[in-house]
């Protein structure tokens, strides 16, 4: 179910450039040629490849609206998404896409750290651009296993405003974290995408409420909230689900017949974000900030569950 301001865009695959070892950017356009939806750094597109869909940080210019540009790893322990992309799509080739959403926005700071670990380098080369653009000053670290595997480089290099680290694991070691995050002053925001083991490293040292993320994996967590069976009246459908034990909200949806939107089902990409109109989820997601959960104005229904009696969705 896309939301109004999520459109489903019928796009174009204009040029793909190999960036580095494994990575391939692809440059998408309106057939006809007409401007893109706009979008902020740390927006993605979910982009329907082959019989999947996947989320891809979009990392050009927004204010180029006459393409998208996204960085696609190939990664042999995917699901196959990044692979059907390096093996079967081709510059000619037509491809559908929903959004631009954003789940990893560049908010307003005096300063800002950027942290990225290989592919994660995608939403973060769109947000150090804008940060130059607005005479903020930054730090960036990019780390990755090797040199070669490392995106984007050359752009990295050419920035303006900040100051941009290379960290190749095979030269240098592990990112020293401690040492990028020392001067983090209230004043800082620092924004962190990559694997998870970077990213639960800055989450150790750094204070919360200047961190933001952006996962590629739900990390593992133990949930201590009921799992037991509740129900959800689907307004606008007019339907009244049961949500088993072991059963999420989208999985019920799905066999009810609803149409619903999902790609990850682990929490932290945003496709299946639905509105509550009443009852208190029990958030389980990694997508929504600390206050949005609170608001329980939306909820993530392929893992959150019912914190209430019942709950009441826009479904």
């Not at 900040?162 to 990028?180: K, S, Y």
Request: proline letters at 6%; aromatic letters at 4%; one cysteine or more.
């Amino acid at each position: 179910m896309d939301a109004p301001h999520e459109p489903r865009l019928e796009l174009l695959v204009r040029r793909m450039t190999w960036e580095a070892e494994g990575v391939l950017s692809l440059e998408l356009v309106h057939p006809d040629g007409k401007p893109l939806p706009a979008w902020e750094p740390g927006a993605h597109l979910d982009l329907e490849v082959g019989a999947q869909t996947r989320q891809y940080s979009l990392c050009g210019d927004p204010h180029d609206l006459s393409a998208y540009r996204i960085g696609v790893l190939n990664e042999p322990s995917s699901r196959g998404g990044s692979r059907y992309v390096h093996t079967q799509l081709r510059p000619g080739q037509r491809v559908t896409a929903v959004g631009p959403r954003n789940h990893f926005a560049l908010t307003g700071a005096a300063r800002y750290v950027f942290i990225a670990g290989g592919i994660g380098i995608t939403p973060i080369l769109a947000m150090a651009r804008e940060a130059a653009r607005r005479s903020v000053p930054y730090t960036l670290v990019h780390g990755g296993r090797t040199r070669a595997s490392m995106a984007f480089g050359t752009e990295l290099a050419e920035l303006t405003g900040g100051d941009v680290v290379f960290h190749p694991q095979d030269e240098l070691g592990h990112i020293d974290l401690a040492t990028a995050l020392a001067d983090v002053a209230p004043d800082t925001l620092v924004y962190c995408c990559g694997p998870e083991p970077l990213l639960a490293a800055v989450e150790a040292l750094c204070p919360a409420d200047r961190l933001r993320v952006e996962r590629f994996a739900a990390p593992a967590v133990e949930h201590t909230g009921d799992d037991s069976a509740f129900e959800v009246e689907c307004r606008t459908s007019g339907i009244t689900l049961t949500v088993d034990a072991g059963t999420s909200v989208l999985e019920a949806a799905e066999a009810a017949g609803l149409d619903v939107g999902s790609s990850c089902r682990d929490g932290i990409c945003g496709t299946c974000e639905t509105r509550v109109l009443e009852g208190s989820p029990d958030h389980r997601d990694f997508v929504l900030s600390a206050a949005e959960h609170a608001s329980d104005a939306t909820m993530m229904i392929c893992v959150s569950r019912c914190a209430s009696a019942r709950l009441v969705l826009d479904l």
